[in-house]
């Protein structure tokens, strides 16, 4: 069965950088049927694609956070990571990585998310 | 601002049909599969339907997806209470170099 897991710090100071880590387990990220993408859900509000990593054909991000945005993978660790650089407090919200049909671009398996607060 | 406009709220009594639509437009919705997710409270989102109106394994036939041209409808059937959840849908943007665009969330209401 697939798992995915984010980890990384809960709490982050304005101008720095947010990084996160999803560990996948029961199968590997170097599959060409599927991206691996991060999500992002601020508190009361509604899903944000953030961007995705196709194994050995590249990154997709969200235009509007193009500029602080980085996806990397580490295959002998099977983990996606996300650097997200220069947080404010509109980078407050629920993290969360998850597995993406490369066709369909459905989101099928999803971590259970990390909530990171950006604060002083 | 979402790229896709779902409708805030729907509410059904018990065993009702509901249906929560999704509009967009010709670069995404129109040339695209959309997908549909259930979010219940403080849990992640989860896949309820893919390529417009595919199920996962094991999902039951009460939920249901269409599409017609730019728009896209959920459709729930013999509502139950542990429906009550909010429901996203999504899709590709071929105008925004395949970036993935969601709706505002639908909050189902199960009276």
């Known amino acids: 069965q697939l798992q995915l897991q984010e980890s990384g710090p809960g709490l982050v100071k304005p101008s720095e950088t947010l990084s996160l880590t999803c560990t996948v387990s029961?199968?590997?990220?170097?599959?060409?049927?599927?991206?691996w993408g991060w999500f992002r859900q601020p508190p009361g509000k509604g899903l944000e694609w953030i961007g995705s990593?196709?194994?050995?054909?590249?990154?997709y991000y969200n235009p509007s956070l193009k500029s602080r945005v980085s996806i990397s993978e580490d295959t002998s660790k099977n983990e996606i990571s996300l650097n997200l650089t220069s947080v404010t407090a509109a980078d407050t919200a629920v993290y969360y990585c998850?597995?993406?049909?490369?066709?369909?671009?459905?989101?099928?398996?999803w971590g259970q998310g990390t909530l990171v607060t950006v604060s002083p | 601002q979402s790229v896709l406009t779902q409708p805030p709220s729907v509410s059904a009594a018990p065993g009702q049909k509901v249906t929560i639509s999704c509009s967009g437009s010709?670069?995404?919705?129109?040339?695209?599969?959309v997908s549909w997710y259930q979010q219940l409270p403080g849990t992640a989102p989860k896949l309820l339907i893919y390529?417009?109106?595919k199920r996962p394994s094991g999902l039951p036939d009460r939920f249901s997806g269409s599409k017609s041209g730019t728009s896209a409808t959920l459709g729930i059937t013999g509502l139950q209470t542990g429906d009550e959840a909010y429901y996203y849908c999504?899709?590709?943007?071929?105008?925004?170099?395949?970036?993935?665009?969601f709706g505002g969330g639908t909050k189902l209401t199960v009276l």
């Open positions: 390529e417009n109106n």
């Open positions: 010709s670069s995404n919705i129109g040339n695209n599969y």
């Open positions: 029961g199968g590997s990220i170097t599959t060409t049927s599927y991206y």
């Open positions: 998850a597995r993406e049909g490369a066709i369909t671009a459905a989101a099928d398996y």
């Open positions: 990593i196709y194994y050995s054909v590249g990154t």
């Open positions: 999504g899709t590709w943007d071929s105008s925004l170099r395949a970036a993935r665009v």
